[in-house]
């Protein structure tokens, strides 16, 4: 077995691989909620890698997602198991899916069954909307995937504040604050979900109306920070925040994304504000 300190390392030095938008924020919190939050993303990484696979088949998706949300059920998690479940798609499949028990093992003792939890429900509602073939209809449609893929991420992370010291955060609102990231990804990457057969847009919808979702649901997040005084927390809460807003702003302008030095300047601005 790997000692701690260096799987620690391992997961941080996967996390800037899989996500540079978190690896920031996450990085700048204490050992202790660095160690909690960077593990939780990874172990939802994880699974999101599954879902969102161009090379798997669907029921192969539906069968890795349902099957690995039943091992997240159980109270010891089976490594063994998860990787014999794997076997036949190692090849496929990137490290952070790969290592998900790895990840669970750097999580700490008192937050891992909440994570485990969360990253379950993920999974099931991920193998969902697989089955659907992400066809999105309505409103309710948009809310309901956004909430499985990301608004679970905001409630996960509420738990964690409230574990580590007491904060107290509206769940309704961190439901919000996850649905207006990915309404932003969604954003971001709608000419190529278009080019693998994928329109997250309710009938009746257009571009418009997703700046307009993902702006109502960035006010959420707004509000959700308001009740946070930890200012490690209230740091790592607000960079992914004026990202998205900074990312709206650049694509409304007739950017693809924010530059380099767009995304440093807004860190630093964040830094120098909390």
């Known amino acids: 077995m790997m000692n701690e300190a260096k799987l620690q390392k391992e997961a941080m030095h996967v996390l800037k ?8 924020p996450i990085k700048l919190l204490n050992p202790t909620l660095r160690k909690t939050v960077g593990s939780a993303y990874l172990c939802m990484r994880a699974i999101d890698e599954i879902e969102d696979h161009e090379e798997l088949h669907p029921e192969s ?31 496929l499949l990137p490290e952070v899916t790969l290592r998900l028990g790895d990840w669970l093992a750097v999580c ?3 937050i891992v069954a909440k994570v485990k939890e969360s990253t379950s429900i993920m999974a099931d509602g991920m193998a969902k909307w697989v089955g659907k073939d992400f066809l999105v209809q309505t409103k309710e449609d948009l809310d309901d995937y956004t909430y499985y ?15 580590y010291d007491g904060t107290k955060t509206d769940r309704d609102l961190a439901i919000g604050y996850g649905r207006g990231l990915q309404a932003v990804n969604m954003l971001r990457n709608q000419e190529e979900d278009a080019e693998r057969g994928v329109r997250f847009l309710p009938e009746g919808w257009d571009r418009h109306d997703l700046f307009e979702y993902a702006e109502a649901n960035l006010k959420k997040a707004d509000d959700y920070i308001e009740s946070i005084s930890n200012k490690n927390i209230l740091l790592f809460c607000k960079i992914p925040l004026a990202l998205a807003k900074r990312t709206i702003g650049a694509m409304q302008g007739g ?12 860190v630093e601005s964040i830094l120098n504000e909390v």
């Open 108 to 110: 700490p003792a008192g």
């Open 255 to 266: 950017q693809d994304k924010m530059n380099r030095a767009e995304v440093e300047s807004t």
């Open 149 to 163: 893929v990301a608004g679970l991420v905001g409630v996960m992370l509420s738990d964690i504040w409230e574990q």
């Open 17 to 24: 691989l899989t996500s540079r938008t978190f690896y920031i």
């Open 61 to 91: 998706k539906q069968h890795l997602l349902q099957s690995t949300s039943k091992l997240l059920q159980t109270d010891l998690f089976d490594v063994a198991a998860y990787r014999a479940l794997l076997k036949p798609y190692e090849n």
